[in-house]
């Protein structure tokens, strides 16, 4: 793809130096496209051609499973968002009082709260430090006999680390663990194996980097653990045989379709699907590449200011599309309105202000945007 035909998919408003992929991304102009059309569509002619409604379906479920290395569709399913996602293995697992959940202490709420809330039923979390050389030593010790689950973000929300899941899997094999990733953060930035990492759950909401509408959301359950979770919506969707409505009787599907209960967020699959298909038309290597050439330009431009400092750790083997930085003088909240007055659309995280640019940012885009921030 071209460098014109790639603006053109991301025609912006040049008063705006949008920085805030890590928040709720842009559409691309095929996204936004696709959702008039399947508006003029509906408006138009219904459901009448739901059958094509359906492969556009499958085409989306085909790209999720791409875009993490997943051999096949079948542990692929539909959700609302990251936390419903979380909720359902949540509260899926059959716990028993003394089972312990390790997080770490940087989690976005997202990846706290679900597990906290398993309290009542005994089950104790342990946050495990990130501070330090070696963030994933540190999750690793914390993994003993009495610990069921690891839960942990890819990227860290707010300073952009980036964990070594592979080694985090591996750990969680030996000890026989499940291990759940919250991908909200990296799918569409940075490579995602789930063969590789060897994750158990994976969930993550399409509307950051992978630049698609909020309300869908990407979960995937190894074969492994499919059978461990139990269900707790049910539905004429989530069903062996779905469509017959006749039949009395039922099984519950024996995919991942068993996580969608009723009719799908359709709209959202359209417009989700195109945001893909851009990404994999791209090449999901040469986004990355891309993304990792702003931060450091971002990063350059930063280091520049003395009366800046970065807060994202500089010195990990990699590196997100997240850098968060504060100011010597200015308090971060302030710091951010400034900015948002500016036209800089950023956030307030972590003690400081986060960028997060995406690959496609122009390199001016990102000049200006520090140029904003005051002296
Ligand atoms: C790491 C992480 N997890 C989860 C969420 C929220 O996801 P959702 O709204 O899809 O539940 C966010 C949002 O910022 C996030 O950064």
Redesign the pocket.
């Known amino acids: 793809m071209s460098k014109r035909l790639l603006e053109q998919e991301f025609p912006q408003d040049p008063d705006i130096c949008y920085l805030n992929h890590?928040?709720v991304a842009p559409w691309p102009k095929r996204t936004a496209d696709a959702v008039q059309a399947f508006a003029r569509e509906n408006l138009q002619r219904g459901a009448t051609d739901y059958p094509v409604w359906l492969q556009t379906e499958n085409a989306l479920r085909a790209k999720l499973a791409q875009m993490i290395g997943a051999p096949s569709t079948r542990n692929i399913a539909l959700q609302k968002?990251?936390?419903?996602g979380l909720s359902a293995i949540a509260y899926g697992l059959d716990w028993h009082p003394g089972d312990r959940i390790v997080i770490t202490d940087q989690e976005?709420p997202?990846?706290r709260i679900v597990w906290e809330s398993l309290g009542s039923k005994g089950v104790k979390v342990i946050e495990a430090g990130l501070a330090g050389e070696d963030p994933e030593h540190n999750i690793i010790a914390a993994l003993d006999d009495s610990v069921r689950l690891l839960s942990v973000?890819s990227v860290q929300?707010a300073s952009g680390l980036v964990l070594d899941l592979e080694r985090l899997g591996q750990a969680c094999r030996e000890r026989n663990i499940l291990f759940c990733v919250?991908a909200?953060?990296s799918i569409g930035a940075l490579p995602f194996s789930v063969t590789d990492c060897q994750a158990d759950f994976v969930v993550a909401?399409g509307h950051k980097w992978m630049l698609g509408p909020e309300g869908l959301?990407l979960f995937y359950v190894s074969d492994r653990a499919l059978d461990q979770l139990s269900l707790n919506q049910f539905g004429w969707h989530m069903v062996q045989d779905r469509g017959n409505y006749d039949r009395k009787t039922w099984e519950i599907a024996e995919d991942a379709k068993r996580f969608e209960c009723g009719s799908p967020n359709m709209l959202g699959a359209y417009a989700l699907n195109a945001s893909l298909g851009l990404l994999l038309e791209y090449g999901l290597d040469q986004v990355h590449q891309e993304l990792l050439a702003k931060v450091h330009l971002l990063q350059a431009a930063l280091q520049q200011r003395s009366d800046l400092e970065l807060l994202t750790d500089l010195e990990r083997p990699q590196r997100s599309g997240i850098i968060t930085f504060r100011h010597r003088r200015i308090a971060p909240e302030s710091l951010f309105a400034q900015l948002r007055d500016q036209g800089v659309v950023c956030a307030c995280r972590g003690g400081g202000v986060r960028f997060s640019p995406h690959f496609y940012t122009p390199d001016s885009v990102l000049v200006k945007a520090v140029e904003r921030i005051p002296q």
């Open positions: 890590a928040a968002s990251t936390s419903e976005f997202s990846n973000s929300y919250d909200i953060q909401d959301a």
